[in-house]
């Protein structure tokens, strides 16, 4: 039996639990079984009703923003819109070139972990909802005719359609197993090349690689024997089954935790957002006061090539010198420049604990051309800036020419929180977290504290 037939009986065995031709069906809760029933199938109504013959057509409708921009503060010209909300705690998210939107939850509802979603109406957000997948975690992205998947141990992929509908939800290929997972920093954010490889962070299970992890005036471990399997990228086959970390190779290291990361097809280079270590007063209050500990370190951007040494933990990043300084673990005072030549610069460096939680590099045409190539990074926001207000919960741009940053970022929309200072995380009503281009240039983001996704498209001139 080929896709097609599959697809077609997929349809009459939907039809049939629905007892009636889809073209009868009036009330939403009709609509809704047959929609769940497909999607459980892995296609979309909108397929129920091609095959059944229906010539009605999709409403070529202008799709317009929130009369409130969906709270969200933008540059003139752009407007925004939820796409959907209360999804659950939506993560990364991943979009075909036919418009069907994937999230990955970091908390399993009814039992899945992946929500897929469609908007059938064209007006811009989406009536159509189903789920699959019974693992939790962060990674999603596409790749050709692949939807890859990670959970906090392994990474799944799944065969997409041409239509952007999955082949066999129930059963995906586990493609890489056996991660390590010690409940920190434990997502495995993904990237892949688009020839053949998948680039999968593997996060360090400590802030500081201390021989106790937090514990005040605790020397750091030399070498840290943590980065043999994590504070780092490794690099696999994006298309052999069940590999583990003998078959990977570490691509790059001294990386603390990358959420964020993303192939810039510009100049074919992976780059990432580190998080930066936490609580240098609170671990050395002899060297750090309460200021100095909410603003330093920064939060790097790295572009980085097989062999790269972004430094942790020996090292981070200080945003007001604007260099390198050997951490205090290591023997550092705060002010004591590093002169390992194998530690690399960051490629541009933000503010202190903002947590970087997406980068995405925009190529599409939608919005003005300062934006092409350039880099879009969500910012989830802040914990442990005290007793300055936290810091974050919007999308920065960093413009790029030639696969470098070429200017000071800035913030491009804000007012996810829903308040103008932010003293505690709980305080802050949404929090970016995904990043996500749409086929028509749209920048989609995800929120997992309510999970509402958001679509910001450009409509001046």
């Known amino acids: ?14 039809n049939f639990i629905a007892q009636a031709k889809p073209q009868t069906h009036k009330t939403t809760n009709m609509r809704k ?41 933008l540059p003139a010209g752009f407007g925004a819109l939820k796409v959907a909300d209360s999804i659950g ?6 979009i075909t070139d036919k418009g069907t939107i994937y999230v990955k939850l970091s908390k399993l509802v009814n039992g899945k972990g992946i929500v897929v979603l469609r908007d059938n109406d064209g007006d811009g957000r989406t009536e159509e909802k189903g789920s699959f997948g019974d693992f939790t975690g962060t990674g999603i992205a596409i790749s050709g005719k692949w939807l890859y998947a990670s959970s906090d141990e392994e990474v799944y992929r799944y065969m997409l359609t041409p239509e952007g509908s999955l082949v066999n939800p129930m059963s995906p290929q586990k493609i890489i197993t056996g991660l390590i997972n ?6 495995k954010s993904i990237a892949l090349d688009g020839k053949g490889n998948i680039y999968v962070n593997i996060g360090a299970y400590s802030n500081a690689c201390q021989e106790k992890d937090r514990t005040k005036g605790s020397k750091g ?9 994590a504070g780092g990228i490794w690099k696999f086959d994006a298309e052999k089954s069940n590999q583990t970390y ?19 097809k510009q100049n074919n280079q992976l780059f990432v957002m580190q998080h930066g270590r936490d609580q240098l007063h609170d671990l050395y209050p002899d060297l750090f006061d309460d200021k100095a500990s909410a603003e330093k370190p920064a939060e790097t951007m790295y572009a980085l090539k097989e062999g790269s040494n972004a430094g942790w933990p020996y090292i981070y990043y200080d ?45 599409g045409n939608q919005f003005p051309a300062k934006y092409k190539n350039g880099a879009f990074v969500a910012f989830h926001g802040s914990w442990n800036r005290a007793p300055l207000p936290q810091e974050g919960y919007y999308v920065a741009f960093v413009p790029f020419e030639n696969g470098k940053p070429t200017g000071q970022w ?23 977290c995904g990043l996500a281009q749409g086929p028509d240039g749209s920048l989609y983001v995800t929120d997992d504290s309510k999970g509402t996704i958001y679509r910001i498209m450009y409509n001046g001139k």
């Open 319 to 363: 945003p007001e010198m604007k260099q390198k300084i050997v951490a205090p673990e290591y023997g550092g005072d705060g002010k004591k420049v590093s002169t390992d030549p194998a530690f690399q610069d960051p490629a541009i460096a933000f503010p202190a604990h903002m947590a970087p939680n997406a980068l995405l590099f925009y190529t």
């Open 1 to 14: 039996m080929n896709l097609k037939q599959s697809q077609n009986n997929s349809v009459l065995i939907c």
């Open 410 to 432: 800035e913030v491009f929309a804000n007012g996810f929180a829903g308040i103008e200072v932010v003293t505690g995380t709980r305080g802050a009503q949404h929090r970016p």
């Open 221 to 229: 471990m030399t070498p840290c024997p943590i980065l043999d399997s």
């Open 33 to 73: 079984s047959i929609s769940l029933c497909l999607m459980a199938l892995g296609l979309s109504i909108t397929q129920l009703f091609a095959h059944s013959g229906d010539s009605t057509k999709l409403a070529n409708k202008a799709i317009m923003p929130d009369t409130d921009n969906a709270g969200l503060k």
């Open 89 to 94: 705690r939506a993560r990364h998210i991943a």
């Open 182 to 187: 010690r409940k920190q920093h434990e997502s």
């Open 246 to 264: 003998a078959d990977g190779k570490r691509f790059a290291t001294g990386l603390r935790n990358v959420v964020g990361l993303d192939w810039n």
